[in-house]
């Protein structure tokens, strides 16, 4: 017999890949009834067909085997246009809890009040989610997605270090306003994620500043940087980006794009920047 927690993440991964009984079966060369049977727990699982299975479905053999296999959404980025931000595209369980994290807080939220705000029951929402921890883990998915694409995009609009860097630090500050919410959870709950969550963010985040860095340390070779530490620099202007969702408002006398212009500018002269003379 399969463990229960398998046949039902099976089900779940293939749920969230948008994939059908028989679209799955038709990949894995088997019957329906053979997967039908494997999400239902009727038949043992080998490891080289969890492993198949896992393969199809974008997920790890070890997340089938301990159930993990939630909905780790990835936005979509439209014409690729950095600088536009149309609404996420999240379900409604991750919109809710991007709003009740924000109102009260992780620690004061219950998997009951997120279901409420989503209009669901608190069966529905364990369904799709099994825990409070696993709707945490996807926002700071999101988050982060958004940040590391919009920043690459960015950087490479323009190949010269230094408008490279402002192009970047603007991404990054646009980030920050235009997600606010989204922003200042992963700001403010990055010690609620669990192991090995917590370390694979966190690897996340440290590749945001070693972008930075790169780019800086280039600018630094070229003399248009003359910041003695420029990595002690670039992480005080990305702690200065990340910082936006505490004070910035929508409602303010200052736009995203303003916001994110003056942070380009303020990041530069943080640098060192030296205009080169023709």
């Given at each position: 017999?399969?463990?229960p927690a398998v046949g039902a993440a099976v089900r779940r991964a293939r749920e969230n890949a948008g994939m059908t009984l028989r679209d799955?079966?038709?990949?894995?060369?088997?019957?329906?009834?053979?997967m039908s049977a494997i999400e239902n727990n009727k038949v043992a699982?080998?490891?080289?067909?969890?492993?198949?299975?896992?393969a199809v479905l974008g997920v790890t053999a070890g997340a089938l085997l301990a159930g993990d296999t939630f909905v780790r959404p990835t936005p979509a980025r439209g014409d690729d246009d950095w600088r536009h931000f149309a609404d996420l595209d999240l379900d409604p369980v991750?919109?809710?809890?991007?709003?009740?994290?924000?109102?009260?807080?992780?620690?004061g939220a219950t998997m009951r009040v997120v279901a409420g705000a989503a209009g669901i029951s608190v069966a529905g929402i364990y369904h799709h989610y099994r825990s409070k921890q696993q709707l945490?883990?996807?926002?700071?998915?999101?988050?982060?997605?958004?940040v590391h694409w919009r920043m690459s995009a960015a950087a490479d609009e323009n190949p010269h270090p230094v408008p490279s860097?402002?192009?970047?630090?603007?991404?990054?500050?646009?980030?920050?306003?235009?997600?606010?919410?989204?922003?200042?959870?992963?700001?403010?709950?990055?010690?609620?994620?669990?192991?090995?969550?917590?370390?694979?963010?966190?690897?996340?985040?440290?590749?945001v500043q070693q972008h930075l860095d790169v780019v800086a340390a280039d600018a630094v070779a070229a003399g248009?940087?003359?910041t003695p530490n420029p990595h002690n620099t670039g992480r005080a202007i990305a702690t200065m980006c990340m910082a936006l969702p505490y004070w910035y408002s929508p409602g303010g006398p200052q736009s995203p794009a303003e916001v994110a212009a003056e942070y380009a500018e303020l990041a530069l002269a943080m640098m060192g920047h030296r205009v080169q003379q023709n």
């Open positions: 017999m399969t463990e799955l079966a038709g990949r894995l060369e088997v019957s329906v009834g053979t699982v080998t490891v080289e067909r969890l492993n198949a299975v896992a991750l919109a809710a809890a991007v709003e009740v994290f924000t109102e009260t807080g992780y620690h945490l883990v996807a926002l700071f998915d999101v988050m982060m997605t958004e860097f402002a192009l970047m630090v603007e991404a990054l500050a646009l980030c920050h306003t235009h997600r606010r919410d989204l922003a200042f959870i992963a700001a403010t709950e990055m010690r609620s994620l669990e192991e090995p969550d917590r370390t694979r963010v966190a690897d996340s985040r440290r590749r248009e940087f003359t």
